[in-house]
């Protein structure tokens, strides 16, 4: 099964694209799209869906999984990042493959087996789940996808991890998330 990993963001989205077969790993690729401040935010957005289009044509994933949002403070980043990640899903929807999406706790807890873990923790884990050497540069963000796409791989296709925005659900409604 080959999954896509993306950790969604308007300045920098993360992406890791893995094949998972027989309980083994093989990255295939990751690396980050990157968006500079001052670029019209349009063509921000723009870029990050032709380079996740492209990723899509170019590798086929069975499945997408994409880190859920969490934000306590500063709401202008949070809605950039929540309009980067739409453009992300929709990618995905277009491509006609199904969409996960996971809390950071839930990443760090089938990466790591501790909900509460740190970056670095998270890191030397997939560096040791992905078999890549010590030595590989990483950013975080690439780091933080090929993350979601082990925590994919470890999930499975739960339906009560599909993409559906928590925030479809009012107070007392049946969530995937109760």
């Not at 979601?148 to 739960?158: K, P």
């Amino acid at each position: 099964m080959i999954i896509i990993g993306i950790d969604p963001g308007y300045a920098i989205t993360g992406y890791g694209v893995i094949d998972y077969q027989s309980n083994r790993f093989r990255v295939l690729d990751y690396g980050v799209v990157s968006t500079k401040a001052g670029t019209p935010f349009e063509l921000r957005l723009l870029a990050i869906s032709q380079k996740i289009d492209a990723l899509l044509a170019l590798y086929s994933p069975d499945v997408m999984a994409v880190e859920e949002l969490f934000f306590s403070r500063n709401t202008t980043t949070a809605i950039g990042t929540a309009q980067a990640r739409g453009v992300i899903i929709l990618s995905g929807a277009r491509a006609g493959i199904p969409i996960y999406e996971y809390t950071p706790m839930q990443v760090k807890l089938a990466v790591t087996g501790y909900g509460r873990a740190d970056k670095n923790q998270v890191l030397q884990m997939t560096r040791i789940l992905l078999n890549l050497e010590k030595n590989t540069r990483i950013i975080d963000d690439a780091s933080d996808a090929l993350a979601i796409a082990i925590c994919q791989a470890h999930t499975g296709q739960s339906a009560s991890n599909k993409a559906v925005g928590g925030y479809q659900y009012g107070p007392g409604t049946h969530s995937a998330y109760s």
